[in-house]
């Protein structure tokens, strides 16, 4: 009788043993999975490239990118977002903030940008345009196509400049979102200093 007891209670400490096994790599596997879908679908961390967003992003700043946001609606004015471009030989992402949308027709005018034939007022102050570059002449922005400029308009190369050129939408990777350090809300930074 003790004997079959023995045996009973080696068999359920084994049976409890296996499934904890089990409960051990199913939680693995969601840590994996969930790791897997935030870098694939959801966030990345970057880093800035240059200084043609100064003052909103530095070089080196570190950003995350919100990949999501424009998964279920489109980018707006004023929206920094960060890009790829097709058929670009460099791999590194873009960081500018969007001016035109699709449908617009876009113009640089005596250091001032017109949308749609009218003068725009933008949130922020940023020096007059030296070079319209290739928004000289009106740009007629098709379905899917953004106008892009970096903060620091005397020095980026953004969407008056043919290597850059016009924003297809699929190109989009998503919006920057938090600069790491010093913190802060990539949508917020330059209304933080403006306030200052």
């Known amino acids: 009788m003790g004997l079959y007891y023995e045996l009973e209670e080696k068999e359920n400490a084994r049976k409890k043993r296996n499934r904890e096994i089990l409960i051990w790599i199913g939680e693995l596997a969601a840590v994996i999975l969930v790791s897997y879908l935030i870098v694939a679908f959801g966030m990345v961390r970057i880093s800035m490239i240059g200084d043609s967003m100064n003052p909103t992003l530095q070089d080196g700043n570190s950003i995350i990118v919100n990949k999501m946001s424009y998964r279920f609606t489109k980018p707006k004015r004023n929206d920094v977002i960060v890009f790829k471009q097709s058929g670009s030989e460099h791999s590194y992402y873009n960081v500018k903030r969007v001016i035109g949308l699709p449908g617009e027709t876009i113009q640089i ?88």
């Open 109 to 196: 005018k005596e250091g001032d940008i017109y949308v749609n034939g009218e003068r725009l007022k933008e949130e922020f102050h940023f020096e007059p345009i030296s070079n319209g570059g290739l928004a000289n002449e009106e740009i007629k922005l098709d379905a899917k196509e953004y106008f892009v400029l970096g903060d620091n308009r005397n020095a980026s190369e953004d969407s008056r400049f043919a290597n850059i050129g016009i924003i297809i939408k699929k190109d989009i990777v998503g919006s920057a979102w938090i600069r790491v350090k010093p913190f802060g809300f990539v949508n917020k930074i330059r209304v933080q200093s403006e306030e200052k």
